[in-house]
């Protein structure tokens, strides 16, 4: 899941997507040790932030910190990491998803009251982002300025419903899938022993998202604009089915690509560049 918004903070994990950004106060505050925090200037006022969270076989919050350097200058962002991996590997995974928006609701909710924010999340991020912005409107009537949805279905869509659980499969057959989907560095699959440290995480992450349950809104809970991004050849996702979560505009962009089609450098740079064009337009609507 992530948090955009111009002078922004973002959050972010590895197979889920979290990602945040928002305004910056004046004096540096600490955050949790869920949070890489990466500054993108020096500048001294924000007006936005960023949040993201974002899980996959090749990435961490190290990559996602790096788009505090790439987006426009007045952005911060902060990257997430779950218990488990990076310097956290020594923590019991979490095992649902409300440990982990708790978790980032009490690293990040003093900023968010402060300026306005957005989310970001691909795959298992994009549950993560909708979960955290459901209890931050639900809990404290706070939305972001923009949602930011990418490589999933709604949770609560038919087709995601269905899905097969793949975090049960047996080791060998897990591998078959996640070679599959792409984005896997080919050094790292021909590598079994550094791969075996890399399969528990990923399948805790799955048992999250695959067990995650919620039901489809009466009434659309956000009144922001929700973008939806995908791969075209990615398996089908119902991408439409988000547009229950809001009120506000809705749109989908596709992009060249199967699963981690942002990994490629051509497709990152057109995201974050649509990315930071819309934080910018809200950013004068709200100054």
Same mark, same amino acid.
């Given at each position: 899941?992530?948090l955009?918004t111009?002078?922004?903070?973002?959050?972010?994990n590895?197979?889920t997507?979290f990602?945040s950004?928002?305004?910056?106060?004046p004096?540096?505050?600490e955050t949790r040790?869920?949070?890489?925090?990466?500054?993108c200037s020096?500048s001294k006022q924000?007006?936005?932030?960023?949040a993201?969270k974002?899980?996959?076989s090749?990435?961490?919050s190290?990559h996602?910190?790096?788009?505090?350097?790439?987006?426009n200058?007045s952005m911060e962002? +902060? $990257? !997430?990491?779950?218990p488990?991996r990076?310097?956290?590997?020594r =923590? *019991?995974f979490?095992e649902n998803?409300q440990?982990?928006?708790?978790e980032?609701?009490?690293?990040l909710l003093?900023?968010?009251?402060?300026?306005?924010?957005?989310l970001f999340?691909?795959?298992?991020g994009?549950?993560?982002? +909708? $979960? !955290?912005?459901e209890?931050?409107?639900?809990l404290?009537?706070l =939305? *972001?300025?923009h949602?930011f949805?990418s490589?999933?279905?709604?949770?609560?869509s038919e087709?995601?419903i269905?899905?097969?659980k793949?975090?049960?499969?047996?080791?060998d057959?897990?591998?078959k899938w996640?070679?599959?989907?792409?984005?896997?560095?080919?050094e790292?699959?021909?590598?079994?022993?550094?791969?075996?440290?890399?399969?528990p995480?990923?399948?805790?992450?799955?048992?999250?998202?695959e067990?995650?349950?919620c039901?489809?809104?009466?009434?659309?809970f956000?009144?922001?604009?929700v973008t939806c991004?995908?791969?075209?050849?990615?398996?089908?996702h119902d991408l439409q089915?988000w547009r229950?979560?809001?009120?506000?505009?809705f749109t989908?962009?596709m992009?060249?690509g199967?699963?981690?089609y942002?990994?490629?450098?051509?497709?990152?740079?057109i995201?974050?560049?649509?990315i930071?064009k819309?934080?910018e337009?809200a950013e004068?609507?709200?100054l």
């Amino acid at each position: 899941m992530e948090l955009l918004t111009p002078h922004c903070r973002c959050l972010q994990n590895p197979f889920t997507g979290f990602h945040s950004c928002r305004v910056p106060e004046p004096q540096k505050k600490e955050t949790r040790k869920c949070c890489r925090r990466s500054r993108c200037s020096s500048s001294k006022q924000d007006s936005f932030s960023v949040a993201e969270k974002q899980q996959d076989s090749g990435g961490g919050s190290i990559h996602y910190a790096r788009w505090g350097n790439v987006l426009n200058s007045s952005m911060e962002v +902060f $990257a !997430v990491k779950l218990p488990g991996r990076e310097s956290r590997a020594r =923590e *019991p995974f979490f095992e649902n998803m409300q440990q982990i928006v708790d978790e980032v609701l009490a690293a990040l909710l003093p900023l968010l009251k402060e300026k306005p924010f957005a989310l970001f999340g691909h795959s298992f991020g994009a549950f993560t982002s +909708f $979960a !955290v912005a459901e209890d931050l409107k639900k809990l404290h009537n706070l =939305e *972001p300025v923009h949602m930011f949805l990418s490589g999933a279905s709604a949770p609560y869509s038919e087709i995601r419903i269905k899905a097969p659980k793949r975090s049960e499969l047996p080791d060998d057959e897990f591998l078959k899938w996640l070679t599959s989907i792409g984005g896997t560095p080919q050094e790292l699959l021909a590598n079994p022993e550094v791969l075996q440290l890399f399969l528990p995480a990923l399948k805790a992450d799955l048992h999250v998202v695959e067990n995650y349950r919620c039901s489809k809104p009466d009434v659309p809970f956000l009144g922001c604009p929700v973008t939806c991004f995908d791969g075209k050849e990615d398996i089908p996702h119902d991408l439409q089915a988000w547009r229950n979560i809001t009120s506000g505009d809705f749109t989908i962009r596709m992009f060249d690509g199967s699963h981690f089609y942002l990994k490629d450098a051509g497709n990152e740079k057109i995201l974050l560049d649509y990315i930071t064009k819309i934080l910018e337009t809200a950013e004068i609507d709200y100054l």
